[in-house]
């Protein structure tokens, strides 16, 4: 009630100054005469902006977007804790039942230190040598039992601010998190004995926030997203058991039938893209190495470059980072090209997942089995993931004529199979009576972090948020901000 009251009295006097110079003005033509009319109209409008602008601060708080209308709102916090990484802040008035204190404490010995091995650090736009963290109730107009955002970084922070936009910058490291929705699941959560939802979802965004001074949200979004949701393994909480009962199919909700029939390189912001991406990652991420640190060096390399400059921005460059910087590669099992690599990587992954015991029969773009078993005893499925991936496994799809599949794309299949002699098809047989068949074409990506169209901002797109669940608006925010940063031609505070 109070803020209302300030917000009414200001917007009275700016209205009463405005009168004043207005009244002015006209005194002035009276006197001076015609002659200086435009010379006063300019005045009179500099002196209604300066008045305004100073409406436009937002000193002591912070811009938070509203994630649904794209228009920054001015958030009053209080900092509640501070470590040599982190200021967390909570929206005044915001009361979340979280020790605070607790919270740095997990950033400073689990997050930090974990992500600083496998990602890297932050930029330090504002020089303050910290990330902040705000706790606010994120303004997306969900509910607990629909898909609710949980948590974001939000692209513009790291440019200048622009008055003449109603997106507003920081010019800070700042990470979001919600306040309401997500303290509601960490508590479910926690009361199932699963892991910390609010820390994991702090550890997802902070890969984001990494991640974003290498390649500027230009990667692919399933490999952003992947690693953020393997962050979160990687820092003490996980696994992600939604995401693997939603890779198997959990017939109360979306995930009904689970990844049969999904692209792992596409994107549409569906709690299937997280399991598939999620799964997938962390899977690479596993077999890369033989020690924790042989396996943060594979992600670091994928982050930032490997020793050639390629960074895993891509899903070749991703295989290209493995076969370069990932300690276990092994070109006498894997083969020494990108394109047989991934086939063989994908058909060990999605064969365990799908609860397969051998790889003894495999058709690449062939009508001849061949036995690469090797590869599924050497790259092992994450024994966390077992047997919670693949009890029972995902729907299988009746038999077909014939398949035309995207990129990725995959079906666990009830039939018999003699494998296909198109060059990207690979399949993966059970039995007689069951087959995994999926695109192994590794160079027609088409992940949908391409930006939406510039020309106008009512082609800005809408949020995802039909899901129920956690929702990462990453992807979204990279395309918004795409059309802003060409509407108001904003700069980046200081060159990454």
């Given at each position: 009630m109070e803020n209302k009251t300030k917000h009414i009295i200001r917007f009275f006097l700016i209205f009463v100054i405005f009168l004043f110079i207005v009244n002015c003005s006209e005194i002035n033509k009276k006197i001076l005469g015609d002659e200086d009319d435009s010379e006063t109209k300019l005045l009179t409008q500099l002196l209604v902006l300066r008045v305004l602008s100073n409406n436009s601060n937002?000193?002591?708080?912070?811009?938070?977007?509203?994630?649904?209308?794209?228009?920054?709102?001015?958030?009053?916090?209080?900092?509640?804790?501070?470590?040599?990484?982190?200021?967390?802040?909570?929206?005044?008035?915001?009361?979340?039942?979280?020790d605070y204190q607790d919270v740095v404490n997990n950033f400073e010995s689990k997050i930090y230190p974990a992500e600083t091995e496998a990602f890297g650090t932050p930029t330090d736009i504002n020089n303050d040598g910290k990330i902040?963290?705000?706790?606010?109730?994120?303004?997306?107009?969900?509910?607990?039992?629909?898909?609710?955002?949980?948590?974001?970084?939000?692209?513009?922070?790291?440019?200048?601010?622009?008055?003449?936009?109603?997106?507003r910058s920081n010019q800070r490291e700042i990470i979001y998190l919600d306040g309401k929705e997500l303290i509601a699941l960490r508590n479910q959560e926690l009361a199932l004995g699963r892991s910390d939802t609010?820390?994991?979802?702090?550890?997802?965004?902070?890969?984001?926030?990494?991640?974003?001074?290498?390649?500027?949200?230009?990667?692919?979004?399933?490999?952003d997203e992947g690693s953020s949701e393997a962050a979160s393994d990687i820092t003490g909480f996980g696994p992600q058991v939604a995401r693997l009962?939603?890779?198997?199919?959990?017939?109360?909700?979306?995930?009904?039938?689970?990844?049969?029939?999904?692209?792992?390189?596409?994107?549409?912001?569906?709690?299937?893209?997280?399991?598939?991406?999620?799964?997938?990652?962390?899977?690479?991420?596993?077999v890369s190495g033989s020690s924790e640190q042989e396996r943060y060096n594979f992600f670091k390399a994928a982050a930032s470059g490997d020793s050639n400059g390629v960074r895993a921005n891509s899903a070749e460059n991703l295989i290209r980072v493995f076969m370069s910087s990932a300690a276990k590669y092994d070109s006498s099992v894997l083969g020494a090209d990108t394109k047989t690599v991934f086939?063989?990587?994908?058909?060990?992954?999605?064969?365990q997942s799908?609860?397969?015991?051998?790889?003894?029969?495999?058709?690449?773009?062939?009508?001849?089995?061949?036995?690469?078993?090797?590869?599924?005893?050497?790259?092992?499925?994450?024994?966390?993931?077992?047997?919670?991936?693949?009890?029972?496994?995902?729907s299988a799809a009746a038999k077909q004529s014939s398949y035309s599949l995207y990129p990725s794309q995959v079906y666990r299949v009830s039939g018999s199979t003699s494998g296909s002699q198109d060059s990207n098809t690979v399949i993966i047989k059970r039995n007689s009576s069951e087959f995994i068949i999926f695109?192994?074409?590794?160079?027609?990506?088409?992940?949908?972090?391409?930006?939406?169209?510039?020309?106008?901002?009512?082609?800005?797109?809408?949020?995802?948020?039909?899901?129920?669940?956690?929702?990462?608006?990453?992807?979204?925010?990279?395309?918004?901000?795409?059309?802003e940063k060409k509407m108001y031609d904003l700069k980046l505070v200081k060159r990454f």
């Open positions: 937002c000193s002591g708080g912070f811009w938070v977007r509203n994630v649904n209308t794209n228009k920054s709102y001015c958030s009053q916090a209080t900092l509640v804790g501070s470590s040599n990484n982190l200021d967390l802040y909570v929206e005044n008035g915001l009361d979340t039942g979280l902040t963290v705000l706790i606010v109730d994120i303004q997306d107009q969900e509910l607990l039992s629909s898909g609710f955002v949980a948590g974001f970084m939000d692209p513009v922070n790291f440019y200048k601010d622009s008055r003449a936009s109603s997106i609010f820390l994991s979802t702090l550890a997802h965004e902070y890969q984001h926030l990494i991640r974003y001074k290498y390649g500027e949200g230009q990667d692919d979004t399933w490999i009962l939603c890779f198997r199919g959990d017939s109360g909700s979306s995930c009904s039938g689970g990844v049969g029939g999904s692209t792992l390189f596409s994107w549409n912001s569906t709690l299937k893209n997280y399991a598939f991406a999620y799964t997938f990652m962390r899977y690479l991420f596993d086939q063989k990587l994908f058909a060990s992954y999605i064969a799908t609860g397969y015991t051998d790889l003894n029969n495999v058709y690449f773009g062939s009508t001849t089995a061949v036995d690469v078993d090797t590869v599924r005893t050497l790259y092992s499925l994450p024994s966390d993931f077992t047997p919670t991936i693949y009890q029972p496994a995902y695109n192994g074409n590794i160079n027609a990506t088409y992940s949908t972090t391409v930006s939406a169209s510039i020309q106008y901002p009512l082609e800005i797109p809408k949020l995802h948020s039909n899901e129920i669940g956690i929702v990462c608006p990453m992807d979204y925010l990279r395309q918004v901000h795409k059309i």
